[in-house]
């Protein structure tokens, strides 16, 4: 075969796999060097080694096996709905992404899988919303707690449609086992978003938007803190209320130079709203109330944002990154993510600045 024609039949055989996305060779896969976040107002398409959108929603990172692990839940391209076909909703599960640079992410693939079986707690739709995953080093299990939502995954009061769900694996990228859902402190307390945190001394907790219906001393929405057991799979009786955080959710704590930093979210459903954060000298309080902590760009509105998590960089403590996502409702597998710095701006307050593109090898100070 002439030259010519051998090289005009490659192109367009390439043109093909890449519209059809039937076979993206690695080198046409993008190469990231940096956080791109964007403008307050963009939503930017983030891909993995394989070229293929990430879909790891309101989860969290995880340094295991000399490696980050990204894990979230997989949503459907469909809008937010009550019913079969919220796009809210995962038919799918859990799934994972590891990386050794935090820009660049491969597909590890479903940890925590949906069930096709009516009769499994698991079956989709359903959610696991704002998986977090700890390591327990006395039983050397990774323990993945999430917000269950039960079939359909409509939000609810009864047992099924408003608790904490929990699986193990004995490998950061599992499978996950899963162990079954409760309610922390009692059974009137709905599960509403939360978030775990892991002291240094290993003990960890369970921190999250308690809703209470039933007329009493406990009515309302308010934050609580309960200390989980020994081996992470259940709720020790140790809790605290935070009173002074009524009406707040999508918590998200960090520890640093010896002060519990909390970061929330206003209850206003998927409209944004101002981020206020919290500190105290002990992890179960009490809180102090400090105010907004994002700064630039429609800060007010959390930068168009809900924060999900934070973590430090590896072997750099004092390097702290703040995970946010913007919602899309109308399509929500096209939600984006935001990575951002939490700068301590004197030894009891921090500060999140919102950055369009930026390294995490080139801190800002």
């Given at each position: 075969m002439h030259s010519y024609f051998r090289n005009t039949l490659w192109r367009w055989l390439v043109v093909v796999l890449l519209v059809s996305g039937l076979g993206m060779p690695r080198a046409f896969a993008q190469k990231y060097t940096q956080?791109?976040?964007?403008?307050?107002?963009?939503?930017?398409?983030?891909?993995?080694?394989?070229?293929?959108?990430?879909?790891?929603?309101?989860g969290g990172i995880l340094f295991a096996d000399g490696k980050y692990h990204w894990y979230g839940m997989a949503l459907r391209p469909l809008p937010v709905s009550n019913g079969l076909d919220g796009g809210q909703k995962t038919t799918a599960g859990v799934v994972m992404y590891s990386s050794s640079d935090l820009y660049n992410w491969s597909y590890e693939g479903v940890v925590l899988a949906c069930s096709t079986d009516p009769a499994n707690p698991l079956y989709g739709p359903m959610r696991f919303e704002r998986p977090k995953i700890v390591y327990n080093g006395a039983t050397k299990q990774y323990v993945m707690w999430f917000h269950y939502v039960g079939y359909p995954g409509d939000h609810g009061?009864?047992?099924?449609?408003?608790?904490?769900?929990?699986?193990?694996?004995?490998?950061?990228?599992g499978?996950?086992?899963?162990?079954?859902?409760?309610?922390?402190?009692?059974?009137?307390?709905?599960?509403?978003?939360?978030?775990?945190?892991?002291?240094?001394d290993g003990a960890a907790y369970f921190i999250y938007d308690r809703d209470v219906r039933?007329?009493?001393?406990?009515?309302?929405?308010?934050?609580?803190?309960?200390?989980?057991?020994?081996?992470?799979?259940?709720?020790?009786?140790?809790?605290?209320?935070i009173a002074n955080a009524a009406s707040r959710e999508a918590p998200v704590m960090v520890k640093?130079?010896?002060?519990?930093?909390?970061?929330?979210?206003?209850?206003?459903?998927?409209?944004?709203?101002?981020?206020?954060y919290y500190r105290s000298e002990k992890i179960m309080g009490p809180y102090t109330e400090l105010g907004n902590p994002a700064a630039g760009p429609d800060s007010d509105l959390t930068f168009n944002a809900q924060g999900t998590f934070a973590f430090p960089v590896q072997g750099r403590k004092d390097e702290v990154l703040f995970m946010a996502e913007r919602h899309i409702t109308a399509r929500m597998t096209d939600s984006s993510y935001l990575f951002l710095p939490i700068r301590f701006t004197s030894a009891s307050t921090l500060v999140v600045p919102y950055l369009a593109a930026w390294s995490w090898n080139h801190w800002p100070k």
């Open positions: 956080f791109t976040n964007g403008e307050v107002t963009e939503h930017v398409a983030w891909l993995d080694t394989s070229g293929n959108l990430i879909n790891a929603h309101d009061t009864r047992i099924g449609s408003g608790d904490a769900g929990v699986a193990v694996s004995s490998k950061i990228n499978p996950y086992a899963f162990k079954g859902y409760s309610r922390p402190i009692d059974a009137d307390g709905v599960v509403r978003d939360f978030t775990l945190f892991q002291d240094d039933q007329p009493g001393p406990g009515f309302g929405r308010v934050l609580h803190i309960v200390k989980l057991n020994g081996d992470y799979l259940g709720f020790s009786s140790n809790f605290y209320k640093h130079g010896g002060f519990y930093y909390m970061i929330t979210s206003a209850e206003t459903g998927w409209k944004n709203n101002a981020a206020n």
